[in-house]
């Protein structure tokens, strides 16, 4: 019995889970076009251009691709102070969001209330540089300053959700984000990716922990 479960989260491993983020990238796409129309043209219009934002993220093994979202922030937004980094890591209590950021739009606040910013990212998906479910990526600064047991959630392919969004998203600090992705990275399956997704669902439309 526990040869034929080891057979089974390999095959996932291996095989199965990139089945699953092709097909359900390609449906999320196929549902959310009409929704990205209209918010293309909303933030066309309320914002201007460009209704893109692109930012180079680490995914997995250190590799480097370039993210897309929906323009959130101001065009003149400037990067917020990082925190100090330090040989031993970044600092557990460290949090990387904050709930009043000036430089959000008051479109881009609501559209990041339902992830629908993120929605762009199923291209990610779809050609190979994310998964449905994996930890979050985060950009070269962040990653560059890991310690070894923090860059351990390079391990796997970086996702749209993950075991830390669906238990706090940005209300958690690094140090408990960082054990929610190194639990996944240990124990992922289908059927907890299943679980993620569905309780995903949840936390989006209650709008917990959000900005």
Partial sequence: MQEQSAQTIKFYSQYGKRIFDIVGALLLL??????????????L???????????????????????????TMTIQAVPVNMPT?????IPDDYFFKTEQDVRITKVGAF???LSIDEIPQLIN??????SIVGPRPEVPTITNAYNTLQARRL?????LTGLAQING??????GQKISYDLEYVDCYSFWMDFKIIIKT???????????
């Avoid at 196929?30 to 933030?43: A, K, Q, R, S």
């Avoid at 998906?125 to 994310?130: F, I």
């Avoid at 391990?155 to 996702?159: A, H």
């Fill in 169 to 174: 998203r940005s209300n958690i600090s690094h």
């Fill in 125 to 130: 998906v779809l050609k190979g540089d994310m």
């Fill in 155 to 159: 391990e796997v392919k970086p996702g």
């Fill in 30 to 43: 196929f549902i959310t076009i009409p929704l990205m129309l209209v918010v293309f043209l909303i933030l």
């Fill in 85 to 89: 980094m330090c040989a031993e890591g």
């Fill in 201 to 211: 669902l949840y936390v989006v439309l209650s709008r917990a922990g959000a900005y």
């Fill in 111 to 113: 559209l990041r209330k």
């Fill in 45 to 71: 219009i309320s914002t201007g251009r460009p209704v893109f934002f692109k930012q180079i993220r680490t995914g997995q093994d250190h590799q480097r691709f370039v993210i897309w979202k929906l323009r």
